[in-house]
């Protein structure tokens, strides 16, 4: 596939989904749509967004560090289409890994003789980081939001608030009649 | 390096694997943990009988 037919095909996807959520979603809905769409695009970030930041972070740290591992093993060279459909579509689960094999598309991971050893399983640690990312987007829609909290209602004009009651009085000493 | 060394992978993308997925059903790292390392030798306790499973009928049938 031309490289320039898949940038657009991708970028095309995500206008549509954005255009969708925007129009289609309830109000309280939208910002769960916008931490999937981030979580598309960086792996943790839609947690973060959602106010699970701890959680984000550590899916981020695991994510990429899974990523780079893999990419490490392959020698840095992203998969093409040719060389494995399926390890291919994988690199489309995050637009991070997305970037990086279309920035490296332009060689081609394979067949190549000086290849690891270990570069079958290379390429599955890069595959599953896509994949496992499509779990952490569904999830986004599946976190539980912070209820927001309650505004301070302001008194009607004419009624007057009731005064917060006083604490009870402290009981009498009794001096010493001595 | 081929055959028996590829095993040396399985464990880290499994464990990755798993605590990915208990983090989506849990917020306690501690039972997070917990959770993804009894499931991973639940799982490798599954793999390696049925690959003892395997190699007997293949030995022995």
Request: aromatic letters at 14%; a neutral charge; hydrophobic letters at 25%.
């Given at each position: 596939m031309n490289p320039r037919m898949e940038w657009k095909l991708v970028l095309g996807a995500v206008a549509v989904l954005a255009f969708v959520i925007a129009a289609l979603v309830k109000e309280g809905e939208r910002r769960r749509g916008v931490g999937f769409l981030l979580a598309w695009l960086i792996p943790g970030a839609g947690h973060v967004f959602l106010g699970r930041w701890k959680k984000g972070l550590c899916l981020l740290l695991i994510m990429s560090s899974t990523y780079l591992f893999g990419m490490y093993v392959v020698g840095f060279r992203a998969v093409s289409f040719e060389d494995n459909p399926f390890y291919y579509v994988g690199q489309y689960g995050s637009g991070v890994t997305f970037l990086v094999a279309q920035i490296?598309?332009?060689?081609?991971?394979?067949?190549?003789?000086?290849?690891?050893?270990?570069f079958d399983p290379g390429l599955l640690y890069v595959c599953v980081v896509g994949l496992l990312n499509l779990v952490l987007m569904i999830n986004t829609l599946d976190l539980k939001l912070a209820a927001p909290a309650p505004a301070a209602v302001p008194p009607a004009p004419g009624v007057i608030p009731p005064e917060p009651a006083k604490p009870p009085a402290p009981p009498p000493v009794q001096e010493n009649p001595a | 390096m081929k055959g028996i060394s590829y095993l040396f992978l399985y464990v880290p993308i499994v464990l990755v694997i798993l605590t990915v997925l208990e983090t989506c059903r849990s917020d306690d790292p501690v039972k997070i943990l917990k959770r993804a390392f009894a499931n991973f030798g639940v799982l490798t306790a599954v793999l390696i009988g049925g690959g003892a499973v395997v190699y007997l009928i293949n030995r022995f049938l």
């Open positions: 490296l598309g332009v060689e081609k991971a394979y067949p190549r003789q000086e290849n690891p050893g270990w | -």
